[in-house]
């Protein structure tokens, strides 16, 4: 131990004796450090960390799968899972929850809109967790018609209630309907997603029949029972209800999920790449320290050769400079992680969206000990080989002044391998932030079907409770619209219920008429959307043929639909589809038949970078929906938000105006995985370029400096300024030009994992490759030039004196 305290403070008068050396070795490492540890704290937060719920591991998620239609996970049926519940024994118990929902608050002060859900009896348990007020839910009240009671979220309670212990037994109104307190949720928990309210699911199978299929399930494995054992049950189960209910079941399986793994699976791929990325940029960065340190030892030759002559062991001299090589390493470590707290807040601030409540990013003992162990290795990884090498001296010529060592053409054969190994670890970087950055910039520009720019959009949800009768609802949205319309800027205005790009939507079965009727378990799922007249042009939708809905599309009016391009194309590709007639639901029901009047541009509804399925739009008058989101088109779009709100004030003070947004916004947000991953890629791309090119000009400064002498023979010999040039360019661009070969090699080979991240560009393009390559070169140029131009103003005589 006293060896190693005399290693370390040795270490440290050296390195304090030699401040540029340990600045740039300090900072090369950190931003290295700092980079991995950013990205392995999300990895942690998101992959590695437990979810906040006890003994999570053995929650899954249950869906309905529909292969026959191509639907490889959807929705489940109530009557499905009331089977399961009552017919399984691989689950301590099941749960249904209601996607995603809102509830307006009303009462006492401004109405509120609040993201909540509907469960059912038994959840709480099943996730176990208890409130910390009051109780949960108990049978009776998970039944139609005595479902009244409601439970709060902490944050909720915190906020709308000042957190008074009194709240359980109070009643507040939702969605228009009084509801009783009865309890209080702890502080952090949320389910399914970031919701602050729970209500009873309150369903019988008479008010929602198998052919709905509108719910979530959850469940708890049995102790000792497997996802395989559980999945293969659950196939039991529902070839079993499929012989049971033809009519409704038919094709109609059952997928069992790790609820981790379908939290975390849209990241997984993505979090794991970008921590390889880092990785490479770390291995750039130990390179360029291993140069520098190679190049420290070479010039403390003869302090080796010094020690080795008053007794020193080669082990002595190896020990103390991988001591010295771990000290740089571990101040790094202390640095990147000052960054990485840094790079977590920067990451974070360009995530346009709330993130999920169980994400959680800080750097807690795994992410420190992570940073401790990359450090560790780091520093053996770039002070192992300059140790050995650095320390192989000859006495003789060591002790000579002026003397040059044997193993100088070694060191040298070394810092340029180590130069091709940069540069070719920069070119995979650099090929995978440019294929990540094509990417992005292609689904930007990709057609979604509709003007994004200069509309704003915001949601109006009624009261089921208060707004009861159709023509109520219907009179209520024409009258917001005209008066929405009126503002001052306003071109055109209507109302849906689906808005492009923000989710939601549903789908039915569609029945053409004059094809051949197929059963329920073949017939082909169609996007539903739900508008007002004026739709399309303020969206700026294209109408292909026909019309658009009007004021005459009444509920007494004929049935009719709009199909879009894709649609028309399939079922009517030689001739026009107006007035042909469809209808939804399964081909049993003999649901009212459509007549088509207008086709349309096909719309990209979920994602920029997969086309939703074929759509139908539907008028509102004929479809009543209670909740549909305006979209107004505007000069100064945003402006409105506060006129549209006092608008919705004055016909009902009671409803609040949920999620005003521009479509700007909601695009913007729709890409931002794309755009993060476009960043992150670009930015370490950068700084491994720019690693590459430090390495390159610190060999090629080290290698004039160490030829000084012959440069000036050269020069007193007759040679030119541009002969001096084309030797020292020309060494280090043969060496680039080897790492540019084997990165081309490691990147065609590395790419193909971006193959499911990327979108209208292939993980081998061309283009890339070669703009990548050249982009290098150039820069490996650069970095070669300014000590060449240094070479050519040594003055052969004082070159001469050299030593």
Not at 414 to 439: H, K, N
Not at 598 to 627: F, I, W
Request: some cysteine; overall charge positive.
């Amino acid at each position: 131990m006293e060896t190693l305290l005399k290693d370390i403070r040795y270490g440290v008068r050296n390195l304090l004796k030699h401040p540029t050396f340990a600045i740039t070795a300090l900072l090369t490492l950190a931003i290295g450090i700092g980079a991995n540890t950013t990205i392995f704290s999300f990895v942690n937060g998101i992959l590695l960390r437990p979810l906040p719920y006890p003994d999570s591991e053995r929650l899954v998620v249950i869906n309905e799968t529909a292969h026959k239609r191509g639907i490889p996970s959807m929705s489940i049926s109530f009557p499905n899972f009331l089977d399961w519940r009552g017919q399984n024994h691989v689950f301590e118990d099941i749960s249904a929850y209601g996607l995603s929902s809102s509830f307006s608050l009303t009462g006492a002060g401004e109405p509120e809109r609040v993201r909540g859900s509907s469960v059912s009896q038994g959840t709480f348990e099943l996730l176990r967790v208890t409130p910390i007020l009051g109780r949960t839910f108990t049978t009776e009240e998970d039944r139609p018609k005595t479902d009244g009671v409601v439970i709060l979220g902490h944050d909720l309670w915190q906020r709308r209630f000042a957190g008074n212990a009194q709240v359980v037994g109070q009643n507040l109104i939702l969605n228009n309907r009084p509801r009783t307190v009865i309890g209080v949720m702890p502080p952090g928990f949320k389910f399914p997603e970031n919701h602050e309210l729970w209500v009873p699911l309150g369903l019988d199978t008479t008010m929602y029949p198998r052919t709905d299929h509108g719910l979530s399930s959850i469940a708890r494995l049995k102790d000792g029972v497997s996802l395989a054992q559980a999945q293969s049950e659950m196939d039991v189960i529902a070839r079993r209800i499929e012989e049971q209910n033809p009519v409704t079941n038919e094709g109609l399986g059952v997928l069992v999920t790790s609820l981790h793994e379908v939290l975390t699976g849209d990241y997984r791929k993505a979090l794991l790449i970008l921590l390889g990325v880092v990785g490479f940029v770390l291995l750039v960065a130990s390179v360029n320290v291993a140069n520098l340190m190679l190049a420290r030892t070479s010039a403390r030759q003869k302090e080796f050769a010094v020690r080795s002559a008053l007794g020193a062991s080669r082990w002595r001299i190896i020990r103390q400079t991988l001591t010295e090589s771990l000290l740089i390493s571990l101040l790094g470590a202390g640095l990147g992680l000052l960054l990485a707290i840094w790079g977590i807040k920067l990451v974070l601030a360009l995530i346009p969206i709330k993130l999920p409540f169980w994400m959680n990013f800080n750097l807690d003992l795994r992410v420190l000990a992570f940073t401790i162990g990359v450090s560790l290795l780091t520093a053996l990884s770039f002070g192992t080989v300059p140790a050995i090498l650095g320390t192989r001296v000859d006495l003789n010529q060591s002790l000579k002044e002026g003397g040059r060592s044997a193993l100088a053409s070694v060191r040298h054969r070394t810092r340029g391998f180590l130069v091709i190994a940069e540069v070719a670890l920069a070119l995979m970087v650099l090929v995978g932030a440019g294929l990540m950055m094509q990417s992005f910039l292609r689904l930007r520009n990709v057609g979604a079907g509709f003007s994004e720019k200069d509309v704003l959009t915001f949601s109006v949800i009624l009261p089921q409770a208060k707004y009861t009768e159709a023509p109520q609802r219907g009179a209520f949205f024409r009258q917001l619209l005209e008066r929405v319309s009126a503002l001052p800027g306003v071109e055109a205005a209507a109302a849906t219920s689906t808005v492009p790009l923000k989710g939601g939507g549903w789908g039915r079965s569609l029945t053409v008429e004059g094809f051949p009727v197929l059963s329920v378990g073949q017939a082909p799922m169609i996007q539903h959307t739900v508008t007002t007249p004026g739709y399309f042009q303020t969206m700026g939708i294209p109408i292909m043929a026909g019309r658009a809905f009007n004021e005459w599309d009444t509920a007494d009016a004929e049935k009719v639909t709009i199909i879009d391009e894709r649609l028309a194309r399939e079922y009517w590709p030689n001739e026009s589809p107006i007035g042909k007639r469809v209808r939804f639901g399964p081909p049993e029901d003999n649901e009212p038949w459509h007549k088509v009047v207008g086709v349309v541009g096909a719309v990209r509804h979920q994602r920029l970078d997969a086309e939703t399925r074929k759509s139908v739009y539907l008028p509102h008058l004929q479809v009543p929906v209670n909740g549909l989101s305006l979209v107004v088109r505007a000069r100064n779009a945003s402006s409105l938000v506060g006129a549209v709100r006092a608008q919705v004030r004055e016909m009902d003070p009671d409803l609040p105006v949920n999620e005003p947004m521009l479509m700007e916004e909601v695009v913007t947000q729709s890409v931002w995985q794309s755009r993060l991953y476009a960043i992150l890629f670009s930015v370490f791309a950068g700084v491994a370029m720019l690693l590459a090119a430090i390495g390159i000009y610190g060999v090629m400064s080290y290698s004039v400096t160490q030829r000084t002498q012959e440069i000036g023979i050269r020069m007193a010999l007759g040679a030119q300024v541009k002969d001096v040039l084309q030797l020292i360019v020309r060494g280090g661009l043969a060496l680039s030009l080897v790492g540019v070969a084997f990165g081309l090699v490691g990147a065609f080979a590395l790419t193909r994992l971006l193959q499911t991240l990327l979108f209208g560009v292939t993980p081998t393009d061309a283009t890339t490759f070669i703009a990548v390559s050249l982009m290098l070169l150039f820069v490996a140029l650069l970095a070669c030039y300014i000590p060449a131009r240094r070479a050519t103003r040594v003055d052969p005589l004082e070159a001469l004196r050299y030593e």
